[in-house]
């Protein structure tokens, strides 16, 4: 395992990329049935007719994916990455067979006002199809400690 990340080794301009993930026709409606069951989620036939004039994945799926990148992927944090929220949280559509990929800025680190081994990271998170088109958008805050005595 890579060696882990405290709030010190990052740095604002910091910038990480993961690598490429295929996204199938059968897994966003297997999302959509489990938690979002919209008909241009779960129908590709409809989905064709509708505003997105196609099969597109949830939105919350498309989070979850991007999440199962940047822990796989992004920079192994110590303690784990504990999410404080996010803001800014947009998205595009996601098709079947994109290929997605996350590409996470580092904005700003900030230690504990309290004194507290821990500090916050914000990260812009952009997830990105194959023509480099974003699927979403997201600032997140996370939690890491600093690095210990």
């Given at each position: 395992m890579p060696d882990l990340r405290y709030l010190e080794d990052f740095h604002a301009g910091e910038v990480f990329n993961t690598r490429h993930r295929e996204v199938s026709g059968d897994?966003?409606?297997?999302?959509?049935?489990?938690?979002d069951p919209q008909p241009?989620?779960?129908?590709?036939?409809?989905?064709?007719g509708s505003v997105f004039r196609g099969h597109v994945a949830s939105g919350w799926h498309t989070a979850a994916l991007t999440m199962r990148l940047w822990v796989d992927h992004g920079p192994p944090v110590a303690g784990g990455i504990v999410g404080l929220g996010a803001d800014e949280v947009r998205w595009g559509p996601l098709r079947p067979g994109d290929r997605i990929r996350v590409v996470g800025e580092v904005?700003?680190?900030?230690?504990?006002?309290?004194?507290?081994?821990?500090?916050?990271?914000?990260?812009?998170?952009?997830?990105?199809?194959?023509?480099?088109?974003?699927?979403?958008?997201?600032?997140?805050?996370?939690?890491v400690p600093t690095r210990p005595p």
């Open positions: 897994e966003i409606v297997a999302f959509a049935q489990a938690f241009f989620h779960t129908d590709p036939v409809t989905a064709a904005l700003e680190t900030s230690a504990s006002r309290s004194g507290a081994s821990r500090g916050v990271v914000r990260i812009r998170l952009r997830t990105l199809n194959q023509d480099d088109a974003e699927v979403q958008h997201m600032i997140a805050s996370i939690l």
